[in-house]
């Protein structure tokens, strides 16, 4: 048991000391140093003694005695003790604090008073050890002790300074990045931008519908049907061999075709190639089962096909077009920026590998197709059909002979149908014949012959040199030059009519009217008929034959020129030549042309067609009336081609066919004729090259089932009248 407060209690000397009562009676302000026996605890609970080192002091103005070193440095816990009592200062606070409990208790702390802190002028105390000091030098006096100068303290940096620093870092940064931002967005964008486009991107092709070539009743020769086409990604196929094994059967291509087309290639810019065709123009349903065979890297898209329904039905004027619909011949070709379309686009972004489909919210941009327009000839399909049966019968006669048919409206200059044979199948060009696919109306160069008279014989009356019931004494030969012209038909200087000239077609009473006309004037008319330029009727490549200049003209060539030799010309021309006598000598261009119609619906017809005066209308009738002998008189050249229930007139003739200026073995035989010969509605051209001979025969007899055919067509009526007789030699 602890002592009571009021007890007398001993110091470590055995002295007895007053109850902490009456010493707080004696004196209050020095109770502190007074008291001898305190206890003070430590956190764990242990009594330190402490001996004061002096009795108490008799005024509040003596200084308190220290603890001897010996005595603090006994105790192991001091220190501890002092720190948390917060050193001497702490322990003066503490001894004020306990003054007045320590008077009542009989306990104070022996700790010593706070240091009072010394003046913000004067140099800071050093700080003292807790620990225990090694004892000093004895021979070392306090005076002798340097006085160390107290550290300056450390100058402090500018504050304004470093935030102007920092600001102008800060600024600098930002300033930096955005200049680099600007050159990346406005300067390098392309490059950047462009750089991984053709890794991330796909695009996809939009084929336009290309337009259709229709007949002039809107029936389709020629138009477009929705296929598909067959493509790879190489780099996604992993067996080329076995792709191409599968796909040969269905496509039609052989298997090593179709892997080289799969081997991986570069593109220009340096990446790989993720689009190869391997088929255009598929059939749907063949498309379908490439699809079924679910082969990695081979894809189906929607394409088109170019169908041509007649085969072979105007094939020399339609053409072909490629795998890529553009037309390689004949109109397709001439027509082709009309025809095709503007192909649309899709671009998208998409994955890669096995994730190679479009990235949903990605980057998508499509450019829808624009069709193309159509053409609307002036062809009648049925009467082209059956103008290439009469002319395909009539020239199996002729092996490896070449014919041409025309029909032309004379009042309008509308081609209503043109056949060539040899001909080929449209809807599969490829492999034939290039001669085959030649349209032989345009291409076809020939020395027309005889049919050629029937221009001399029209300048001849425009001019007034003769008049229709002139009559002639005709040889039976006249020489130009070193030549002799003779006539099938002599007359044995016998008078001879205009129209049995025409019939007989008499080279001797030919020339006589030409030395009449004179060559200045016969080469004015043949160029006034179309003769020596193209038609322009619309086919690609229309040859523009040749007429003889005057000044190249040898002494024959006043014999040879206006019998049609020394003339070069197609079947086309001379057809329009007669179209002009049978629409009352007005020159109608001839073209192929009707309208052009546009996706839209649309229509814009095709350019007006050149017209020009030849021949008054009393001379272009004078004229058809002295052509209708050929076809009426006995032994006429022409009276195979006469059509029953028409009057017909036309004529017929005998040339030859020039290649690269040479002449061809065989003769080209022809007869034009136009009926009704009263009011002729339709002109009938037909061309026959029969290398081995006998092309009179046909083209009489092709002439009048093509004119019959076609008359009956267009239901026109049989001539009211018959024709006239004709007289050949006048008494």
Do not use: C
């Given at each position: 048991m602890p002592p009571r407060s009021d007890e007398p209690r001993r110091d470590a000397t055995g002295a007895r000391r007053g109850s902490s009562r009456d010493t707080a009676g004696r004196g209050g302000e020095s109770g502190v140093g007074g008291i001898s026996g305190a206890r003070a605890y430590t956190p764990r609970g242990r009594t330190i003694r402490e001996e004061q080192g002096g009795t108490a002091r008799a005024g509040a103005g003596a200084e308190q005695r220290r603890t001897p070193r010996s005595t603090r440095s006994g105790d192991p816990f001091r220190p501890a003790l002092q720190v948390l009592d917060g050193g001497r200062a702490g322990a003066a606070r503490a001894a004020r604090r306990d003054a007045p409990a320590a008077g009542r208790s009989g306990v104070v702390r022996t700790v010593q008073p706070r240091v009072p802190r010394a003046p913000a002028d004067e140099p800071p105390a050093p700080r003292r050890r807790t620990?225990?000091?090694?004892?000093?030098?004895?021979?070392?006096?306090?005076?002798?002790?340097?006085?160390?100068?107290?550290?300056?303290?450390?100058?402090?940096?500018?504050?304004?300074?470093?935030?102007?620093?920092?600001?102008?870092?800060?600024?600098?940064?930002?300033?930096?990045?955005?200049?680099?931002?600007?050159?990346?967005?406005?300067?390098?964008?392309?490059?950047?931008?462009?750089?991984?486009?053709?890794?991330?991107?796909?695009?996809?092709?939009?084929?336009?519908?290309?337009?259709?070539i229709v007949d002039r009743d809107g029936k389709p020769l020629a138009h477009s049907v929705e296929a598909r086409y067959v493509y790879a990604d190489p780099t996604m196929i992993k067996d080329p061999a076995a792709t191409a094994r599968a796909l040969s059967p269905l496509l039609g291509i052989s298997v090593s075709k179709l892997v080289t087309l799969m081997?991986?290639?570069?593109?220009?810019?340096?990446?790989?190639?993720?689009?190869?065709?391997?088929?255009?123009?598929?059939?749907?349903?063949?498309?379908?089962?490439?699809?079924?065979?679910?082969?990695?890297?081979?894809?189906?898209?929607?394409?088109?096909?170019?169908?041509?329904?007649?085969?072979?039905?105007?094939?020399?004027?339609?053409?072909?077009?490629?795998?890529?619909?553009?037309?390689?011949?004949?109109?397709?070709?001439?027509?082709?920026?009309?025809?095709?379309?503007?192909?649309?686009?899709?671009?998208?972004?998409?994955?890669?590998?096995?994730?190679?489909?479009?990235?949903?919210?990605?980057?998508?941009?499509?450019?829808?197709?624009?069709?193309?327009?159509?053409?609307?000839?002036?062809?009648?399909?049925?009467?082209?059909?059956?103008?290439?049966?009469?002319?395909?019968?009539?020239?199996?006669?002729?092996?490896?002979?070449?014919?041409?048919?025309?029909?032309?409206?004379?009042?309008?200059?509308?081609?209503?149908?043109?056949?060539?044979?040899?001909?080929?199948?449209?809807?599969?060009?490829?492999?034939?014949?290039?001669?085959?696919?030649?349209?032989?109306?345009?291409?076809?160069?020939?020395?027309?012959?005889?049919?050629?008279?029937a221009i001399t014989f029209g300048a001849a009356l425009q001019e007034g040199v003769i008049t229709p019931d002139t009559?002639?004494?005709?040889?039976?030969?006249?020489?130009?030059?070193?030549?002799?012209?003779?006539?099938?038909?002599?007359?044995?200087?016998?008078?001879?009519?205009?129209?049995?000239?025409?019939?007989?077609s008499s080279n001797v009473g030919t020339i006589t009217i030409a030395d009449r006309l004179g060559p200045d004037r016969l080469i004015d008319y043949q160029r006034r008929f179309g003769l020596g330029q193209p038609t322009g009727e619309g086919m690609l490549g229309e040859a523009d034959g040749r007429l003889l200049p005057v000044d190249e003209w040898s002494d024959s060539s006043h014999g040879s020129v206006p019998i049609g030799h020394s003339v070069d010309a197609t079947p086309l021309q001379m057809a329009a030549a007669y179209a002009a006598i049978a629409n009352d000598g007005t020159y109608v261009q001839p073209h192929l042309i009707k309208e052009v119609i546009g996706p839209d619906g649309k229509r814009t017809l095709a350019p007006a067609p050149v017209t020009r005066s030849v021949l008054s209308p009393q001379n272009a009738a004078a004229l058809r009336t002295?052509?209708?002998?050929?076809?009426?008189?006995?032994?006429?050249?022409?009276?195979?081609?006469?059509?029953?229930?028409?009057r017909v007139a036309g004529k017929t003739g005998t040339g030859w066919r020039l290649e690269d200026g040479r002449k061809q073995p065989g003769e080209v035989n022809s007869f034009i004729g136009m009926a009704p010969a009263e009011k002729p509605r339709y002109v009938v051209a037909v061309f026959a090259y029969a290398p081995d001979g006998g092309g009179a025969a046909i083209a009489n007899t092709a002439f009048k089932e093509i004119m019959q055919f076609t008359l009956r067509h267009y239901k026109v009526p049989p001539s009211a009248g018959k024709p006239p007789k004709f007289v050949v030699y006048p008494r």
């Open positions: 620990v225990p000091r090694s004892p000093r030098r004895p021979d070392r006096s306090a005076a002798r002790r340097p006085v160390r100068k107290p550290p300056r303290p450390p100058k402090l940096a500018d504050p304004r300074l470093r935030l102007r620093l920092g600001t102008v870092l800060t600024l600098a940064i930002f300033a930096t990045i955005g200049i680099r931002l600007v050159v990346l967005q406005a300067v390098d964008t392309p490059a950047y931008a462009g750089g991984g486009v053709a890794d991330r991107t796909r695009t996809v092709d939009l084929p336009a519908p290309r337009g259709a081997q991986p290639r570069k593109l220009e810019n340096g990446n790989p190639s993720r689009f190869e065709y391997l088929a255009r123009g598929v059939e749907i349903s063949r498309a379908k089962q490439v699809l079924a065979l679910e082969l990695p890297g081979i894809g189906v898209h929607r394409d088109e096909r170019r169908e041509v329904p007649g085969d072979d039905l105007a094939a020399n004027l339609i053409g072909f077009t490629s795998q890529d619909m553009a037309g390689l011949e004949g109109l397709e070709a001439a027509y082709d920026d009309v025809l095709r379309g503007q192909d649309g686009k899709r671009v998208y972004e998409a994955g890669l590998g096995d994730l190679a489909a479009p990235i949903p919210g990605g980057y998508s941009s499509t450019t829808q197709p624009k069709p193309g327009s159509s053409l609307k000839l002036t062809l009648d399909r049925d009467l082209q059909y059956w103008t290439q049966v009469f002319l395909s019968r009539h020239m199996a006669q002729a092996k490896g002979g070449t014919g041409a048919a025309i029909v032309i409206d004379t009042a309008t200059g509308e081609v209503l149908s043109q056949a060539s044979n040899p001909t080929y199948n449209a809807a599969q060009p490829l492999p034939s014949d290039p001669v085959a696919r030649e349209d032989a109306a345009t291409s076809f160069v020939v020395d027309p012959g005889s049919i050629h008279k009559t002639l004494p005709i040889a039976n030969s006249i020489k130009k030059g070193d030549t002799w012209f003779s006539d099938t038909h002599p007359a044995n200087g016998k008078k001879m009519s205009l129209a049995g000239m025409l019939a007989y002295l052509l209708e002998a050929v076809t009426t008189v006995d032994g006429a050249t022409g009276v195979t081609a006469a059509v029953p229930g028409f």
